[in-house]
């Protein structure tokens, strides 16, 4: 989770004003407290309809997609009936060889505070063939559910802690979503929220090679010794100054006067997927490469970019 660097020590105090004064300039503008509801409001659509799919086929919990918001002032009604609730229920499979079920659903409405995280867990099939892909499946989903888990475990407890010390108004959001995937690879995209007074958002993306086993990473998928960091981060630039050229509303650092804000290009850590056109997808969160307003972005890289240096 690498946040926007907003300048460097500096002995000029004057630059260091004129900084400050840039960077809430960029963060002010926040999207509003109707849109943080509308983030409340499509978690609890999908619980209830979850609850009202369950009754008609005893089958599948649906993930919400959480959106790029900031935290308003929330009253909500105590929960009188608790403020954790774990389950273990179905949500959709992925490929043949993985499904995805919910660890653990933490809930939490107070009149300052808000949480709710669904811990999502991948289980890999039983009845693989392959004796290897299946060993590789079954350690490389353990590594990635204890990560997930990991994550969301830290979350709670600073949520805890903030309740104990009265810290204010907090909120706290944590779900997660199945990309689109090739019959190769399927993604499980880890979206959390966390809010007090501003909030972030920031995504994690777990790729597995269903035809391996193994963790996908980005240079997985060019051949050996190619340049891919060039094409894809100066198409990212093309796109980033396409979209401002098009909405005035649009921001990236991308030709910004303080040169060390600008986006350069990616590394090898770069989050990214593969979508239902077997495309590359570079995410960032927010921060990384725009103002906070922008939220999380994400660029598909056309086929012909890196056309010749895909496997």
């Not at 995280?117 to 063939?129: F, R, Y």
């Not at 392959?130 to 600073?158: G, H, K, P, V, Y």
């Not at 399927?186 to 920031?202: D, E, N, P, R, V």
């Not at 910004?256 to 495309?279: G, P």
Request: hydrophobic content about 35%.
């Amino acid at each position: 989770m690498a946040n926007k660097m907003y300048g460097t020590e500096r002995t000029n105090s004057l630059l260091e004003k004129e900084l400050q004064a840039l960077r809430s300039e960029y963060e002010k503008q926040q999207m509003t407290e109707e849109q943080v509801e509308q983030l409340h409001q499509k978690v609890r659509e999908a619980k209830k309809m979850n609850q009202n799919k369950e009754k008609q086929t005893g089958v599948i919990k649906f993930a919400a997609a959480a959106a790029a918001v900031v935290v308003g002032v929330f009253i909500i009604l105590p929960n009188t009936s608790g403020t954790i609730a774990h389950a273990m229920e179905q949500i959709p499979i992925l490929g043949q060889l993985v499904k995805v079920v919910t660890f653990r659903d933490y809930e939490y409405e107070g009149e300052r505070n808000m949480a709710d995280i669904e811990v999502p867990e991948m289980k890999p099939e039983e009845q693989i063939e392959d004796s290897a892909l299946q060993e590789n499946i079954d350690r490389t989903t353990a590594e990635i559910n204890a990560e997930i888990q990991s994550i969301t475990d830290n979350l709670i407890a600073e949520f805890e802690r903030n309740l104990d010390e009265e810290m204010g108004y907090q909120d706290v959001v944590v779900t997660s979503e199945v990309l689109a995937t090739t019959p190769d690879y399927f993604t499980l995209k880890l979206i959390c929220y966390q809010g007090a007074g501003s909030g972030y958002q920031w995504n994690y993306y777990y790729t597995i090679d269903l035809n391996t086993g193994e963790r996908l990473q980005l240079k997985d998928i060019f051949k050996e010794g190619a340049d891919y960091i060039t094409p894809i981060s100066e198409n990212i630039k093309q796109q980033m100054q396409e979209q401002m050229d098009a909405d005035e509303n649009v921001y990236y650092w991308l030709n910004d006067e303080i040169e060390e804000w600008n986006f350069k290009a990616i590394t090898d850590e770069t989050s990214f997927y593969l979508n239902e056109k077997d495309n590359v997808v570079i995410g960032f969160n927010e921060g990384d490469v725009a103002p906070m307003y922008m939220g999380t972005v994400e660029f598909e890289i056309p086929a012909e970019v890196l056309e010749g240096i895909r496997k």
